[in-house]
């Protein structure tokens, strides 16, 4: 197939209208006319599985039909002589039918095709819709079978175009959702350039799967003992937190009657004593309610990340296509065109970090999914793995014999530093400031003050906790805690600039930063589409300017952040030759003769 | 650090002067606009007034500072330049930016006028490449000139082949 650093499909000649290709619109009915149907040979046009609708018609029933059926009952017993019982039934039965009968004309209505050259939907009872790609194009095909679909041998799939989408912002063609054989033919013909469809619309039902088992190299599977690492996040604790957030806030809705009736039933003994029981033995209680914590997010964790990675394969097809397949209930595949893989991200979190673990993210064309967070969910081509496995995983997907990824970085100015110290300073100031006004606060609190407190908690804590343990916290104990705050405000200071760094491969740039989250990004140079240089007034002052690339890929833009600003641009110009150079001018004199302008 | 290195130097071209009296009139409208809003509750609630009248000073005190400060600032800082092989631009006042963008990367060029720009006979042109990181703006050019800047950018991107990612 076509090599890896060509951008330009060969025999393409865009002009500058490049939407051209892409039309949304209305056609007035009855007049279908067909665009892309330049070929001598009709491809016929497919439908969407109706199995879809029956197994929602199923799905409703079983809700509706037997509350229909209690209904009936229901109203008989009050009155046996009245007739309205006998309304329910047949009322629920044609409210199904006209559901199913309306879902199955947006259906009907709804036909797709893939000729040599596009790949065509057309959808819409009243308003109808054209929509065609070009298909080289295509950027990326993600199959996706959630469990409720997939026991119906059903999977939805989604073309991704990699046009900046604009206003609407569909840059996505979706078809929900045909059978699973349709599925896997759809993913494997529409990144085949060199092999368009041979048309067979009925054929590779079933045979599909197995086929593509051994068609590529296996970059990387599962491993179960990677799931240790899933707990490995600052969430663990939160999740835990969360659980207990929402059963408060039960409790709360109810009135509290709720946690009343159970501690009835139970024998419990009053709020009151409870509370002084706790608190009468912070000691054993503490870790014991921190280890209950810690383990239902550990459990909450691990069960996500089984269902997200289970049965994790990473291949790399013979055309360059780099698929993806995960999930245990959502089966999960993604296909991406090899050269749209631009980059990888070699992501750690804090907690992640300090476990040896790492996970590897695709900066590729095309995996925009509307926001960003459907985005990043999308990119993510491993779940938590060791960290010297990501990177080598990493390598395997850039091609490259010595890995982006371990080029040396280099650092940046001292003084990003000192902007990290300034801003930990501030916030230490702010929770210093803050404890001081607590521990004032306390020292004044008469004993009324703690009664209305302990009142409003008892509203909606079954066992109150809090307002006892701030009453009996001692005056120092907010200082103390607002010392530790600033410790660790300067240590997160530190450690994010030592996060900050740059470096160049011969093929790839790389930025890092973060402390919370570290990042590793690789970036193909030729995949750069311009600069951007920011300056605040505080990096102005001290030199510094964050320096960003900007591309199609993944976040659009890539930053070096608080870099010295030679060293940024030099860093630039050397990343992608000729674009930053005739804008630059060197401070011994020596300065780039300077282009002639184009314009007057 | 190195002698020698690299700095960015200023795009050729200023943007039109009357570009400081759009900016000055945008920035009034807003000032007056956030010092009004304070006042009306004032004019209504005597106990607050005191209070209301004091954020209505502040707000348009610093706002008519903005006014005076920022279109000169701004008419240092914004320049462009349009060169055979890229788009070169600088913005801002306070926080500034540059921004380079290849001609072979530019997907699309519009120009663009507000109703204020109109009154000032300006224009803006847009330059939109396929990265999320937002379209170059030229903004504040003779309206003329930027019909004629689109049309020069619009033809230089379409003797370049390809798909612009």
């Keep these: ?600 | 650090m190195n002698t020698d290195a690299p700095r960015l130097r200023p795009p050729n071209h200023r943007v039109d002067r009357r570009a400081v009296w759009w900016w000055t009139t945008r920035s009034l409208a807003v000032t007056v606009v956030l010092t009004v809003v304070p006042v009306v509750p004032a004019l209504i609630w005597e106990p607050v007034r005191p209070w209301f009248l004091i954020a209505a000073g502040i707000l348009g005190g610093v706002g008519l500072l903005i006014t005076v400060a920022m279109p000169q600032w701004r008419f240092r800082v914004h320049r462009w330049e349009i060169t055979d092989t890229a788009v070169y631009t600088s913005s801002g006042w306070l926080w500034q930016e540059w921004r380079v963008a290849p001609m072979s990367r530019i997907q699309t060029v519009d120009t663009a006028r507000g109703p204020l720009q109109r009154v000032f006979g300006l224009s803006s042109v847009t330059v939109t490449t396929a990265s999320a990181a937002g379209p170059i703006e030229i903004s504040g050019l003779d309206h003329t000139l930027a019909t004629e800047v689109a049309d020069q950018l619009t033809d230089s991107t379409e003797a370049i082949p390809g798909d612009a990612t």
Excluded at chain 1, 368 to 392: I, N
Aim: proline share 5%.
């Design chain 1, 1 to 600: 197939m076509t090599s890896h650093d060509d951008h330009h499909p060969d025999g393409e000649q865009h002009d500058e209208e490049q939407h051209e290709g892409e039309q949304h619109g209305e056609l007035p009915q009855g007049q279908s006319r067909e665009p892309g149907q330049d070929q001598g040979e009709e491809v016929r046009w497919e439908g969407l599985s109706t199995l879809s609708v029956w197994a929602s018609t199923v799905v409703v029933a079983l809700f509706m039909v037997p509350a229909a059926i209690v209904g009936t009952v229901v109203l008989f017993v009050v009155d046996v002589s009245n007739l309205w019982a006998l309304l329910p039934l047949p009322a629920t039965l044609a409210f199904i039918a006209l559901m199913t009968y309306l879902d199955l004309l947006r259906l009907r209505a709804t036909r797709y095709r893939v000729t040599p050259e596009r790949m065509e939907m057309r959808s819409g009872i009243i308003a109808k819709a054209y929509r065609s790609i070009p298909r080289e194009r295509v950027r990326s095909v993600d199959v996706a079978a959630p469990i409720y679909v997939r026991i119906f041998g059903l999977c939805s799939v989604t073309v991704g175009t990699g046009e900046s989408a604009g206003a609407g912002g569909t840059d996505q063609l979706q078809l929900l959702y045909v059978t699973a054989g349709q599925g896997e033919r759809l993913r494997r013909e529409l990144l085949r350039r060199a092999a368009p469809a041979t048309g067979s619309p009925d054929g590779g039902e079933g045979t599909g799967e197995e086929e593509a088992e051994d068609d590529g190299t296996e970059l990387v599977r599962l491993n179960p003992r990677w799931f240790a690492y899933a707990p490995a996040t600052t969430a663990t604790f939160g999740v835990g937190l969360g659980v207990i957030a929402a059963l408060v806030g039960l409790n709360a809705q109810t009135g509290g009657h709720g946690w009343q009736w159970i501690s009835e039933q139970a024998g419990l003994p009053s709020a009151q004593e409870m509370s002084s029981f706790v608190m009468g033995r912070l000691l054993v209680v503490l870790p014991v309610t921190l280890l209950g914590l810690l383990l239902s997010g550990v459990v909450v964790l691990v069960a996500t990340a089984v269902e997200t990675w289970w049965d994790y394969r990473l291949l790399r097809e013979q055309d360059g296509t780099v698929r993806l397949r995960r999930g245990l209930l959502t089966s999960v595949s993604l296909s991406v065109e090899g050269r749209r893989l631009n980059g990888v991200v070699l992501h750690e979190p804090f907690v992640l970090r300090s476990v040896g673990g790492a996970s590897i993210r695709a900066v590729a064309t095309g995996l925009s999914a509307g926001d960003a967070q459907k985005t990043e969910a999308k990119s993510r081509l491993s779940p938590a793995m060791p960290v010297r496995r990501a990177r080598e995983l990493g390598a395997a997907l850039m091609r490259e014999p010595d890995s982006a990824l371990d080029v040396p970085l280099a650092r940046h100015p001292k003084a990003a530093l000192r902007r990290r110290f300034t801003r930990a300073a501030l916030g230490s100031v702010a929770v210093l400031a803050l404890a001081g006004v607590l521990a004032w606060a306390q020292q004044l609190a008469t004993e009324s003050w703690w009664n209305v407190l302990q009142e409003t908690e008892a509203e909606f804590m079954p066992v109150p906790l809090i307002s006892p343990s701030a009453e009996a916290a001692p005056g120092w104990g907010w200082i103390a805690v607002a010392l530790l705050g600033v410790v660790v405000a300067f240590w997160y200071a530190v450690g994010s600039y030592r996060g900050l760094a740059h470096g160049l491969h011969p093929r790839y740039l790389v930025v890092r930063k973060g402390m919370a989250v570290r990042d590793t990004v690789t970036l193909e140079r030729s995949s750069v589409i311009g600069w951007r240089v920011t300056r605040s007034p505080f990096q102005r002052r001290l030199g510094l300017a964050d320096v960003s690339a900007t591309t199609a890929s993944g976040e659009g833009l890539y930053t070096a952040q608080d870099v010295g600003l030679g060293q940024g641009l030099a860093w630039a110009d050397e990343a992608v030759p000729e674009l930053l150079a005739p804008f630059l001018v060197r401070d011994q004199g020596s300065s780039e003769p300077e282009r002639p302008s184009a314009l007057p």
